[in-house]
């Protein structure tokens, strides 16, 4: 059951985390460049897989119970970035990517730089925690598992 569990939570997370880091990091530019078709595509990937991406806690706390490393550090740690980047990406990324591609609806000659480095930025440190919390998994330093 284990290694069920456990190839469910990567799955999940690669088809529903990847997709939103690569979306979130290109909204900026392409907000930019005023390519709205493509903004509103980005947006929705973000929004979507966000939804999406609540497989993969929910799988990685199963896997971690059958394995018996819910008390380790390296998990603990890997929860708190998790919750961390969920923050980030509900709270800030989405609504700041929302309020941009409503202004370039509604009136496209509006100077929205400040806005876009802002998600850029966001989009960035959900990126990096995403990062940190992957070599975490793989690592797993001070893991009696093995790694």
Same mark, same amino acid.
């Given at each position: 059951?284990?290694?069920?569990?456990?190839?469910?939570?990567?799955?999940?997370?690669?088809?529903?985390?990847?997709?939103?880091?690569?979306?979130?990091?290109?909204?900026?530019?392409?907000?930019?460049?005023?390519?709205?078709?493509?903004?509103?595509?980005?947006?929705?990937?973000?929004?979507?897989?966000?939804?999406?991406?609540?497989?993969?806690?929910?799988?990685?706390?199963?896997?971690?119970?059958?394995?018996?490393?819910?008390?380790?550090?390296?998990?603990?740690?890997?929860?708190?970035?998790?919750?961390?980047?969920?923050?980030?990406?509900?709270?800030?990324?989405?609504? *700041?990517?929302?309020?941009?591609? *409503?202004?370039?609806?509604?009136?496209? *000659?509006? *100077?929205?730089?400040?806005?876009?480095?802002?998600?850029?930025?966001?989009?960035?440190?959900?990126?990096?925690?995403?990062?940190?919390?992957?070599?975490?998994?793989?690592?797993?330093?001070?893991?009696?598992?093995?790694?």
């Amino acid at each position: 059951m284990t290694k069920f569990l456990l190839s469910v939570h990567v799955i999940a997370a690669i088809v529903a985390i990847g997709p939103v880091t690569v979306a979130a990091s290109m909204f900026p530019r392409a907000a930019k460049s005023s390519a709205l078709p493509v903004v509103r595509t980005l947006h929705r990937i973000c929004r979507v897989y966000a939804g999406l991406g609540v497989l993969v806690p929910v799988f990685g706390l199963a896997t971690a119970l059958s394995m018996g490393v819910l008390g380790d550090a390296w998990l603990l740690v890997s929860i708190a970035l998790t919750a961390v980047a969920a923050a980030v990406l509900i709270a800030a990324v989405l609504p *700041d990517q929302r309020r941009v591609l *409503d202004t370039l609806e509604t009136t496209p *000659d509006t *100077d929205i730089t400040a806005q876009l480095r802002r998600i850029a930025m966001t989009g960035g440190v959900f990126n990096l925690l995403w990062a940190t919390v992957t070599v975490l998994m793989i690592v797993r330093p001070g893991s009696t598992t093995g790694a």
